[in-house]
Structure formats: C-alpha cells, structure tokens
C-alpha cells in the first residue's frame, strides 16, 4: 500500500522560511520522479519542484531561486525548503511521485499524492 504524508505547513510571515517534509511508505523514492505541486483556491495544480532519479531538479521561475528540493534515500523521504515566501505562495502544497524515472511537470504525470499541507504567507 503505497501512502504520502506531507508536513511542515503552516502560517508564516512574509520573508520567511518553512520546509516541508513528505514520508512515504509502500513505495521506494529514490529510484522515480518524485515533485512538490501546490493548489491555491480557484487555480490549478502547479507544479513548484521536481527531481528525478538521477537528482536533477526543477524550479518554475515563480519560486527558482527561493526553494530547493532534496531526496533522502535513508529515510524514504522528499523535502521542499522555501525561503523568502512570498503572499503569492500561499496554497495547499503536495507531494508527488510518479511510477517512472523521468521526470514530469504536469500533475497529470504522477501516480501517487499526498494529502496535502496548507501553507499561508501573511504580508
């Protein structure tokens, strides 16, 4: 049975930091894609992170930059560090994993999700 928990989220002022953290079980991360989307009200799924199995990483110039993605193959788990947050980055984070090895921008392209965490920047 394969499960993602995201956590980390939280409300947090403008220019500061938060990193997110998502564990998986049933599923062994470090030989797929996996990513971190994030959903505001009324808009659609974006991705924020990729990184597949070689550890290349990809960032949107919306938070390129400011976030970092890294892949703990010990643990089984993903983070997404955010600095600098900014009002905008506020939504409902995910994270994602897909059941090949290349990497994907479209949450259309991944196979397993998390619950979600929510994360509030307050200017």
């Known amino acids: 049975q394969v499960q993602l928990v995201e956590s980390g989220g939280g409300l947090v002022q403008a220019g500061g930091s938060l990193r997110l953290s998502c564990a998986a079980s049933?599923?062994?991360?470090?030989?797929?894609?996996v990513g971190w989307f994030r959903q505001a009200p009324g808009k659609e799924r974006d991705v924020v992170a990729t990184?597949?199995?070689?550890?290349?990483?990809y960032y949107p110039d919306s938070v390129k930059g400011r976030f970092t993605i890294s892949r703990d193959n010990a643990k089984n788990t993903i983070a997404l560090q955010m600095n600098s947050l900014k009002p905008e980055d506020t939504a409902v984070y995910y994270c994602?994993?897909?059941?090949?090895?290349?990497?994907?921008?479209?949450?259309?392209?991944?196979?397993?999700w998390g619950q979600g965490t929510q994360v509030t920047v307050s200017s």
């Open positions: 990184i597949n199995w070689r550890g290349s990483s």
């Open positions: 994602a994993a897909r059941q090949s090895t290349g990497s994907r921008t479209s949450y259309l392209e991944y196979d397993y």
């Open positions: 049933g599923l062994t991360l470090s030989s797929r894609a």
